[in-house]
């Protein structure tokens, strides 16, 4: 415990490779990493620039002075300046040649999309695995028939894998988002304070070449093809909208997928893992209350309205650059990022352990089944030789007094209803043969094998996991 205020995702929820993808130590170690690069790729295009200094420069990456960074932006309000200064303490035979031709942007813009990039890479793989855990569930579930609903009331038959077909595919098309800001994410490089690369056109006296070359340079050696084709003296904002739009997107999927799980655990059909010793309540010890589930749905909130945050900078960002941006950035996108991931790793531990309640499931449907089986035994009356709207009338009939008595706590005796009827031309037995489940799940089974293999080759190199999470 601490007597400071720490944010509960990183205290509680998030995990240790995505803390430590936005810690200082990353952030300001890539900023280093960036002057070496720009360094580098200075003095291989001919700049007075010497491979003892770049090596004395890549000696130091990691062995920051945080004190003194802290105490020189204090005096110069700037925190940029103040690492480049800590910098050239440690390295004082490269300290004139730190940062030369740059502006601030270079470094913490090209951080931001490293690490960004980094984080939706790991992001990804998580989602991944919450695919394969559903894909192994909907395939064990795809024959299990179950009530189907719509508007939460009951309706025709369908399976419990054909439901977790449609959580995987709303994740499914997560997966395409993310891969899309993935692969929309360039690299900044280094363009000057408006953009123009006004200094290296001096620097490199006109050789526009060597500029190009210098950019494509630094941006190999982070992993980056391409730069954006024009800037202002930051990487377009819309980069940001597009992430967080996309992990917005997966708090969507997965609060619909945990929600759906809160309302079965409800009815008992099936529940989120539960731990041996787990409590459910401080005071009702027999509660079994879907926490995890729960939790998913709070922090999936959290996200998507943290999403708005990025939309709403990209459209004020005023001619060449405005620093109200800045503020907000540093704590949205991370605690976006954040935030994501623990919902991920929530829904990997639950997708993991679902609990299926066959026994239940198998009461619901026999108690509803005489009422979804209705059109089939109109048909079969009206083979027969019943009038049609005479059977119907009798349907409707019958089914309002059975579903009066079961308002009333009741058994369902809509079958004995019926037979009581001449009319309808029907025994009892003769109905019961009708009464097959697995009649009226239409092509649920085919559906999700045919989802399910559809999937498979993103999964290949997934393995379905349960997180550990802070409980």
Not at 46 to 73: F, K, M, N, W
Not at 326 to 350: K, T
């Given at each position: 415990?601490?007597?400071?205020?720490?944010?509960?995702?990183?205290?509680?929820?998030?995990?240790?490779?995505?803390?430590?993808?936005?810690?200082?130590?990353?952030?300001?170690?890539?900023?280093?990493?960036?002057?070496?690069?720009?360094?580098?790729?200075?003095?291989s295009l001919g700049l007075p620039i010497t491979q003892a200094q770049v090596d004395e420069l890549s000696a130091h990456i990691t062995d920051i002075d945080y004190e003194c960074v802290r105490q020189r932006?204090?005096?110069?309000?700037?925190?940029?300046?103040?690492?480049?200064?800590?910098?050239?303490?440690?390295?004082?035979?490269?300290?004139?040649?730190?940062?030369?031709?740059?502006?601030?942007?270079?470094?913490?813009?090209?951080?931001?999309?490293?690490?960004?990039?980094?984080?939706?890479?790991?992001?990804?793989?998580?989602?991944?695995?919450?695919?394969?855990?559903?894909?192994?569930?909907?395939?064990?579930?795809?024959?299990?028939?179950?009530?189907?609903?719509?508007?939460?009331?009951?309706?025709?038959?369908?399976?419990?894998?054909?439901?977790?077909?449609?959580?995987?595919?709303?994740?499914?098309?997560?997966?395409?988002?993310?891969?899309?800001?993935?692969?929309?994410?360039?690299f900044l490089g280094c363009r000057g304070t408006t953009g123009t690369e006004a200094s290296f056109v001096d620097l490199f006296e006109g050789n526009t070449e060597k500029i190009d070359e210098m950019n494509?340079?630094?941006?190999?050696?982070?992993?980056?093809?391409?730069?954006?084709?024009?800037?202002?003296?930051?990487?377009?904002?819309?980069?940001?909208?597009?992430?967080?739009?996309?992990?917005?997107?997966?708090?969507?999927?997965?609060?619909?997928?945990?929600?759906?799980?809160?309302?079965?655990?409800?009815?008992?059909?099936?529940?989120?893992?539960?731990?041996?010793?787990?409590?459910?309540?401080?005071?009702?010890?027999?509660?079994?209350?879907?926490?995890?589930?729960?939790?998913?749905?709070?922090?999936?909130?959290?996200?998507?309205?943290?999403?708005?945050?990025?939309?709403?900078?990209?459209?004020?960002?005023?001619?060449?650059?405005?620093?109200?941006?800045?503020?907000?950035?540093?704590?949205?996108?991370?605690?976006?990022?954040?935030?994501?991931?623990?919902?991920?790793?929530?829904?990997?531990?639950?997708?993991?352990?679902?609990?299926?309640?066959?026994k239940i499931i198998e009461k619901t449907v026999k108690e509803y089944l005489p009422f979804i089986a209705t059109e089939n035994l109109m048909m079969e009356a009206v083979k027969r030789g019943g009038d049609?709207?005479?059977?119907?009338?009798?349907?409707?009939?019958?089914?309002?007094?059975?579903?009066?008595?079961?308002?009333?706590?009741?058994?369902?005796?809509?079958?004995?209803?019926?037979?009581?009827?001449?009319?309808?031309?029907?025994?009892?037995?003769?109905?019961?043969?009708?009464?097959?489940?697995?009649?009226?799940?239409?092509?649920?089974?085919?559906?999700?094998?045919?989802?399910?293999?559809?999937?498979?080759?993103?999964?290949?190199?997934?393995?379905?996991?349960?997180?550990?999470?802070?409980?």
């Amino acid at each position: 415990m601490t007597n400071r205020y720490e944010s509960p995702l990183s205290s509680r929820y998030a995990s240790e490779y995505m803390l430590g993808l936005f810690s200082s130590d990353t952030r300001y170690q890539t900023w280093r990493k960036l002057w070496v690069a720009l360094a580098k790729a200075e003095m291989s295009l001919g700049l007075p620039i010497t491979q003892a200094q770049v090596d004395e420069l890549s000696a130091h990456i990691t062995d920051i002075d945080y004190e003194c960074v802290r105490q020189r932006e204090k005096e110069v309000r700037h925190d940029v300046m103040a690492h480049v200064y800590a910098y050239g303490k440690v390295a004082p035979t490269a300290a004139g040649i730190i940062h030369l031709g740059a502006t601030s942007c270079y470094v913490t813009d090209n951080a931001d999309l490293v690490i960004f990039r980094d984080a939706l890479t790991y992001l990804r793989s998580e989602l991944l695995g919450v695919l394969a855990n559903l894909s192994e569930f909907a395939e064990k579930y795809k024959d299990m028939p179950t009530l189907g609903y719509t508007h939460y009331q009951p309706a025709q038959l369908v399976t419990v894998g054909k439901r977790a077909s449609l959580w995987m595919q709303d994740f499914l098309s997560d997966l395409k988002e993310i891969d899309f800001a993935i692969e929309n994410i360039k690299f900044l490089g280094c363009r000057g304070t408006t953009g123009t690369e006004a200094s290296f056109v001096d620097l490199f006296e006109g050789n526009t070449e060597k500029i190009d070359e210098m950019n494509h340079m630094i941006a190999a050696d982070f992993g980056f093809d391409e730069c954006f084709d024009v800037a202002g003296q930051t990487y377009p904002r819309k980069v940001d909208s597009r992430i967080l739009n996309a992990l917005s997107s997966v708090a969507q999927s997965c609060y619909r997928m945990a929600n759906d799980i809160r309302l079965l655990q409800h009815d008992r059909q099936v529940e989120e893992p539960f731990e041996k010793n787990q409590i459910g309540s401080s005071a009702m010890a027999y509660k079994r209350n879907p926490m995890r589930s729960e939790r998913i749905c709070s922090l999936a909130r959290y996200l998507m309205a943290d999403a708005m945050n990025a939309p709403m900078t990209a459209s004020t960002q005023w001619l060449e650059r405005t620093l109200d941006d800045s503020a907000n950035r540093r704590i949205s996108l991370p605690e976006g990022f954040l935030c994501a991931d623990a919902i991920l790793r929530l829904a990997q531990n639950v997708t993991d352990g679902l609990h299926v309640n066959e026994k239940i499931i198998e009461k619901t449907v026999k108690e509803y089944l005489p009422f979804i089986a209705t059109e089939n035994l109109m048909m079969e009356a009206v083979k027969r030789g019943g009038d049609r709207q005479e059977i119907h009338e009798i349907i409707r009939r019958c089914s309002m007094e059975a579903t009066a008595k079961m308002k009333n706590g009741e058994e369902c005796d809509l079958l004995a209803r019926l037979v009581a009827e001449k009319e309808f031309g029907l025994t009892e037995a003769e109905m019961t043969e009708l009464l097959n489940p697995a009649l009226y799940i239409g092509r649920c089974p085919e559906q999700v094998t045919a989802f399910v293999e559809k999937v498979e080759p993103l999964l290949a190199n997934a393995d379905g996991k349960s997180a550990e999470i802070y409980l």
